[in-house]
């Protein structure tokens, strides 16, 4: 992409009214634009960040062998009665009717209608175990929205719910949960610690929170410092293996890892040794839900057994806040002059600078590393605006590609580019093609 | 995808709420289920197919060089009150209050929000042209929702819309709108006609309707036999040539189409001689419009020229209807079996159905071409329950998979499995390694 063509509106300023950095920062680096309090448009940069997040969350969903559908925005209230709920929710809920009088509401979450969806075609234990998952907009009507697309109010969120026979079936679909999660956060860059959580209004007895860690979290975390060190790695998960997904969720929850809803004093002294104990601040990017059958019952969503009894169905519901995840990467990755985005998540694999735009030998260079890099099946940046170098440099580091290839005359007499880490800051010089070999070298290895 | 594993509710009984092929169909395939008037949860096979159009618009939309972002589902009323649409739009408008008893509203469509977005970023001659599209959830209260997804409340659409400095710049935008139209529907395996129509209340004066001939269509259309065999085919098409561009849209707007609405007795029968005259019915699919600075005057988008002048924004919008588009896709592809897809959208590229579950050798088989088809890039649907061949046939007729193989004990013995093609009806006996060869050929030729 040639940002003279792209639509990347970044401001100079800071914007007043934003609290934290990755508000800020989204605001300047053109990702957003408010519309009405916790209401957002998604810039092209931030568009892009929104759909690769949902990209790794659809691909470690299926991959746990979890379906796929979509459920629309509005539900008719009366779903929302039988459950017992609509009264109960509150003021978040943004309730209304249609034109015929008929009450509605913007779903704030969906255990209502996917157990009215289970019901409505399934009644055998043959058709047990599954798993439906969609990523959709929801709304919760905030009374104070805050803090951009962490506290607003039209959100983009991945909400999942297993229906099982039996309770260790549902177990096994909660650990799958878990582990599946502990899959995405890692690709995205991110050290996303379970936590033993409370269950709040969706109910139920098991129930972990995720947290990234980051000083502007909204939940006080305590928790053993050797948590954050797990790590699921490049280790082969088999999904269908019970003993193997109990195993990795017995090693990440094991050691001490609580918010301040849960935490208990008496238990984090005697289980932590000292040196270990850490308290800090998190915000929460997922959470999952063993409820049994708080919904099913209500609903009358039953299945016949293999002995020809009617059970509730077992079921849990599961979540990962996609656009919310934007504002925790950003938070955990920046410093004062911009974002640094991990690979797994970056809108642009890699930005080129232009150093002397109209030169027709560094614009040659440029285009031909912007070719090499797009026939590679990478998506680079080109600025190619008549601007300041320093101007180009700026814009860069605030977007916070990961990789920059600057390209200019003075190089390019000596048959070399530049290539810069966001991150590190460090620069080396090597030929145009060394820079395109490294590139798609480190996005391979991703 | 194993079919024990997924969800797929097939519907036995003809739904008798339904009154169309492609409302009935989708319901018997499991692809939706109605939630409310004219609102409808996407099961796992019709989101599947959802997602793949969503993909073909995206990638037709950024070849043609536009630019994806998303704007939120909620509004505020504000907006529309500088454009003077918020009285103007009638009851079809989804309006309520937030907990705050701000006023706010479920987009219909988003030309003020869009011309916000504009006007806030953009002030000189220099950024332009942009064009800037999302594909969203929006809401029409219509007074009687029907015909499934066809004529829903809540629908997910493509919205582009394009800002130039000037009437001939703009005029390029919607050409190019045009071919990246027709080489989408073309993508899907349709014959879209671009028709000569009323603007409307997005208001302007050129704008074209994209029809797609069918029986159950809600239009009259009047058209030249000549118009349906045009084809883009595979001709390179650079956007940025407005010679090229415009002389394709000359190519498939000079003979006559109309819809109703424009439709002139005497210019259909002066121009076109009576064997080619045809009257049938369509289904809109898409609509460009070119109404240069209805909005941008209304709201203040104004940019400075070259020489210094301030003057409005040229603007247009072209909207895609997605998931009205599987409507017309199955009115277009069915027979009294079910839906025939044209590969470019199909949910599974191929059925493979186990004529005798339990069979070792059959099992075996069956597994080693799905292995063979997923290692080659490809997402097949192996029927591996334990039923009836009848019904397994009788499934894959329904859902409509373009290509089946069916392995069975007698094929087995002789090397050979069988290749049907769902359109034609047409079966081939070849071995399983020449079946999968010919599935990727295939797929690889699109």
Same mark, same amino acid.
Not at 6 to 29: T, W
Not at 272 to 287: A, F, L
Not at 379 to 399: Q, V
């Given at each position: 992409?040639?940002?003279?063509?792209?639509?990347?509106?970044?401001?100079?300023?800071?914007?007043?009214?934003?609290?934290?950095?990755?508000?800020?920062?989204?605001?300047?680096?053109?990702?957003?634009?408010?519309?009405?309090?916790?209401?957002?448009?998604?810039?092209?940069?931030?568009?892009?960040?929104?759909?690769?997040?949902?990209?790794?969350?659809?691909?470690?969903q299926e991959r746990a062998g979890h379906i796929?559908l979509?459920?629309?925005?509005?539900?008719?209230?009366?779903?929302?009665?039988e459950s017992?709920?609509?009264?109960?929710?509150?003021?978040?809920?943004?309730?209304?009717?249609?034109?015929?009088?008929?009450?509605?509401?913007?779903?704030?979450t969906n255990e209502e209608m996917i157990t009215d969806i289970f019901r409505t075609y399934v009644s055998s234990y043959k058709d047990l175990p599954v798993t439906l998952y969609?990523?959709?907009?929801?709304?919760?009507?905030?009374?104070?929205?805050?803090?951009?697309?962490?506290?607003?109010? *039209?959100?983009?969120?991945?909400d999942g719910y297993n229906f099982d026979l039996t309770r260790e079936d549902a177990l096994h679909a909660y650990n799958r949960h878990m582990v599946s999660y502990l899959?995405?956060?890692?690709?995205?860059?991110?050290?996303?610690?379970p936590?033993r959580a409370?269950s %709040?209004?969706i109910g139920g007895d098991n129930t972990h929170?995720?947290?990234?860690?980051?000083?502007?979290?909204?939940? &006080?975390?305590?928790? +053993?410092?050797?948590?954050?060190?797990?790590?699921?790695?490049?280790?082969?998960v088999d999904y269908d293996d019970r003993e193997q997904v109990a195993g990795i969720c017995k090693e990440f929850t094991t050691?001490? @890892?609580?918010?301040?809803?849960?935490?208990?004093?008496?238990?984090? &002294?005697?289980?932590?040794?000292?040196?270990?104990?850490?308290?800090?601040?998190?915000?929460?990017?997922?959470q999952i839900f063993y409820f049994g059958t708080k919904y099913s019952e209500a609903m009358g969503a039953v299945v016949t057994t293999p002995d020809g009894r009617k059970v509730p169905v077992e079921m849990g519901s599961h979540g990962?806040?996609?656009?919310?995840?934007?504002?925790?990467?950003?938070?955990?990755?920046? /410093?004062?002059?911009?974002?640094?985005?991990?690979? %797994?998540?970056?809108?642009?694999?890699? %930005?080129?600078?232009?150093?002397?735009?109209?030169?027709?030998?560094? +614009? @040659?260079?440029?285009?031909?590393?912007?070719?090499?890099?797009?026939?590679?099946?990478?998506?680079?940046?080109? /600025?190619?605006? /008549?601007?300041?170098?320093?101007?180009?440099?700026?814009?860069? /580091?605030?977007?916070?590609?990961?990789?920059?290839?600057?390209? %200019?005359?003075?190089?390019?007499?000596?048959?070399?580019? &530049?290539?810069?880490?966001?991150?590190?800051?460090?620069?080396? *010089?090597?030929?145009?093609?060394?820079?395109?070999?490294?590139?798609?070298?480190?996005?391979?290895?991703?």
């Amino acid at each position: 992409m040639r940002l003279s063509r792209y639509f990347l509106p970044v401001l100079k300023e800071n914007p007043s009214e934003a609290q934290i950095a990755s508000h800020r920062l989204m605001l300047r680096a053109g990702m957003i634009k408010q519309e009405s309090a916790g209401i957002y448009a998604w810039l092209p940069l931030g568009y892009k960040v929104l759909r690769r997040l949902a990209q790794i969350v659809h691909e470690e969903q299926e991959r746990a062998g979890h379906i796929p559908l979509l459920m629309p925005t509005l539900q008719s209230a009366d779903l929302w009665r039988e459950s017992g709920r609509y009264d109960a929710y509150g003021p978040e809920m943004l309730r209304f009717k249609d034109r015929h009088d008929r009450e509605m509401l913007y779903g704030p979450t969906n255990e209502e209608m996917i157990t009215d969806i289970f019901r409505t075609y399934v009644s055998s234990y043959k058709d047990l175990p599954v798993t439906l998952y969609q990523i959709q907009w929801k709304f919760r009507d905030e009374i104070r929205p805050r803090f951009g697309v962490m506290r607003g109010r *039209e959100f983009y969120m991945k909400d999942g719910y297993n229906f099982d026979l039996t309770r260790e079936d549902a177990l096994h679909a909660y650990n799958r949960h878990m582990v599946s999660y502990l899959r995405t956060y890692e690709r995205m860059g991110l050290t996303a610690i379970p936590m033993r959580a409370d269950s %709040g209004p969706i109910g139920g007895d098991n129930t972990h929170e995720f947290l990234v860690l980051a000083q502007t979290g909204e939940s &006080e975390v305590f928790y +053993d410092a050797r948590v954050p060190e797990l790590k699921l790695g490049e280790r082969a998960v088999d999904y269908d293996d019970r003993e193997q997904v109990a195993g990795i969720c017995k090693e990440f929850t094991t050691l001490y @890892a609580r918010t301040d809803e849960t935490h208990d004093v008496k238990v984090f &002294e005697d289980q932590v040794p000292e040196e270990h104990r850490r308290v800090g601040r998190g915000i929460e990017v997922g959470q999952i839900f063993y409820f049994g059958t708080k919904y099913s019952e209500a609903m009358g969503a039953v299945v016949t057994t293999p002995d020809g009894r009617k059970v509730p169905v077992e079921m849990g519901s599961h979540g990962i806040g996609v656009s919310r995840l934007i504002g925790a990467l950003i938070e955990a990755n920046h /410093d004062e002059k911009g974002i640094i985005w991990p690979e %797994g998540v970056t809108p642009f694999h890699v %930005g080129i600078v232009n150093l002397k735009q109209g030169d027709s030998a560094t +614009d @040659a260079a440029c285009d031909s590393i912007h070719a090499a890099l797009v026939a590679a099946g990478l998506d680079p940046l080109y /600025d190619d605006r /008549d601007e300041r170098a320093g101007s180009k440099f700026a814009t860069m /580091d605030l977007i916070g590609l990961p990789w920059r290839i600057t390209v %200019g005359p003075r190089g390019l007499a000596n048959n070399v580019v &530049e290539l810069t880490s966001r991150r590190t800051g460090k620069s080396e *010089e090597m030929s145009a093609a060394a820079a395109v070999a490294r590139i798609k070298e480190i996005y391979a290895a991703l």
